[in-house]
């Protein structure tokens, strides 16, 4: 009996110590079960951390240590993507390459950035251009004249003096950018000393000399410019320029020269005299903007169209409003479009947006009134577009329609385009993603990031899949790791 009793608690404490040893077993699973999820996300997070760290070296390492070539191939990246990273490397670089493409590339990179970074290499460049490739003293020219370094105009007046004939007309132009008043002195005066036995090339250097003037219009060159004007053997595009360049000064004496300019037989000289009317508020002048409208060549109504734009003209407008209804000429009519955009007035609105949503506008001009008023006047017309838009992309027979428009909203910058952006995102064609993802770097919607975030991790999109991991990364607004699809979006990257 004892033994029995024995074997008993034996068998009870076996069983026992085997379902405590179970119990345990199935709470360690069940903790690593719950814990699995939060360890993988805080691995691809991790994973992802060091892409990016390591696609961030490999551009950089290109930069120090790459070759020639793939140093400009990333310089055109870097321009497309706005990725000003690696400025400071690439100021380093240009210190020490010895390869004239690339200190060429660098000059446009830097120069179209408004970045004065290499503003002592360009002025030392352009003082011993004879120790430099002429692309490089070019594009050390061009890096002046688009930041406006005045310190380099003695440079720029020398190599006119001593007539170098490679550098003459970027340095002409140079100064039409960044000269004062005393520079425009300089250039009447080497206008006038002009006398090439070559008449075409003559013309070349005087035609390039007024357009610089042009663009500096100051009074100190008033009488010049009436000579020219008035001058009837002289060239139609000179005089045309000088005629604009009146104008611009702004001095109401020039009102009669430019009304009897206008009615000259000539049509270049009639379009340069509107142009240099229509900024005069006097009667005359805007009688003679209101003829222009009827002229009988198509330059002239269409500068007339430039012209009311310019000097916000409205009661221009219906003249516009017929131009962009009725010309004959295509040019005349999506530049009226462009023009009633900027106006905001609401019969001409009702007519571009009555005209936008009729299919049987035309392709053109319906893009033409979308991409304006999305820039000029975004509330008019944006929630047709959306509509539209939003309408086609679901609809396989209107594909060319949804690619053009939607290249039409990627360059809008305002963040009410996401919901259109996120039906691009979701499209199962890469040709629409890629559309969507133009949509998101001009305005890095916060709140489709998860969205891009996806096609950045799915490798089975490929290039699109690289494109959005950069996007991510070059973004102002980042993801963070713990961030979540919305049910409404999850599992929809591969379908309309």
Not at 128 to 134: H, L
Not at 144 to 162: F, M, P
Request: hydrophobic share 40%; glycine share 4%.
């Amino acid at each position: 009996m004892k033994n029995l009793k024995k074997e008993l608690n034996f068998f009870l404490k076996s069983v026992l110590l085997s379902l405590f040893v179970f119990s345990l077993t199935v709470q360690l699973a069940s903790q690593e079960t719950a814990q699995a999820p939060s360890e993988n996300q805080a691995a691809k997070a991790d994973e992802k951390k060091k892409k990016e760290v390591s696609e961030f070296e490999e551009k950089r390492d290109t930069i120090l240590y790459g070759i020639g070539d793939d140093i400009l191939e990333l310089i055109k990246k870097l321009k497309a993507d706005e990725d000003d990273r690696f400025d400071t490397d690439l100021q380093k670089i240009f210190a020490e390459t010895k390869i004239p493409a690339i200190r060429e590339a660098l000059f446009a990179y830097f120069a179209e950035k408004k970045n004065d970074c290499l503003k002592t290499d360009a002025l030392i460049i352009l003082e011993n251009k004879e120790d430099a490739p002429q692309e490089t003293v070019r594009s050390a020219i061009s890096y002046i004249s688009e930041l406006k370094i005045y310190e380099g105009i003695e440079a720029l007046r020398k190599i006119l003096k001593d007539e170098e004939d490679e550098y003459r007309d970027i340095c002409i132009s140079a100064i039409g950018k960044i000269g004062k008043p005393e520079d425009a002195v300089f250039l009447t005066e080497l206008f006038d000393s002009e006398s090439s036995d070559d008449e075409k090339k003559s013309l070349i250097i005087k035609q390039n000399i007024m357009f610089a003037l042009e663009e500096l219009h100051t009074p100190e060159i008033w009488d010049f410019l009436i000579r020219v004007v008035e001058d009837s053997d002289e060239n139609s595009i000179i005089r045309g320029s000088a005629a604009s360049a009146l104008g611009k000064i702004g001095d109401e004496r020039a009102v009669p020269v430019l009304s009897e300019l206008f009615e000259n037989k000539d049509p270049v000289l009639r379009t340069a005299a509107i142009k240099g009317i229509a900024g005069f508020k006097v009667p005359e002048a805007k009688n003679i903007l209101m003829q222009a409208f009827k002229d009988s060549y198509y330059k002239v109504r269409l500068q007339a169209v430039q012209s009311a734009k310019e000097e916000k003209a409205e009661d221009a407008v219906p003249f516009i409003l017929y131009r962009a209804k009725k010309d004959p000429e295509n040019v005349v009519k999506l530049t009226a479009v462009e023009a009633l955009s900027h106006f905001n007035n609401a019969e001409a609105n009702e007519w571009l947006i009555d005209s936008f949503n009729e299919e049987r506008t035309g392709l053109s001009l319906r893009l033409k009134i979308a991409e304006n008023l999305l820039k000029n006047n975004f509330d008019v017309i944006f929630e047709d577009v959306k509509t539209a838009s939003l309408k086609a992309i679901s609809d396989k027979k209107q594909n060319k329609f949804s690619a053009e428009i939607g290249k039409v909203i990627s360059k809008v910058e305002n963040k009410g385009t996401a919901p259109i952006a996120e039906a691009y995102l979701n499209h199962n064609d890469p040709a629409f993603k890629s559309i969507g993802l133009d949509m998101f770097k001009r305005n890095k919607y916060p709140e489709l990031i998860p969205l891009v975030s996806l096609i950045a991790e799915d490798e089975k999109n490929g290039a699109l899949s690289r494109r959005a991991k950069d996007l991510l990364q070059t973004g102002s607004t980042q993801s963070k790791t713990d961030d979540k699809v919305p049910e409404s979006q999850a599992g929809q990257t591969g379908t309309k």
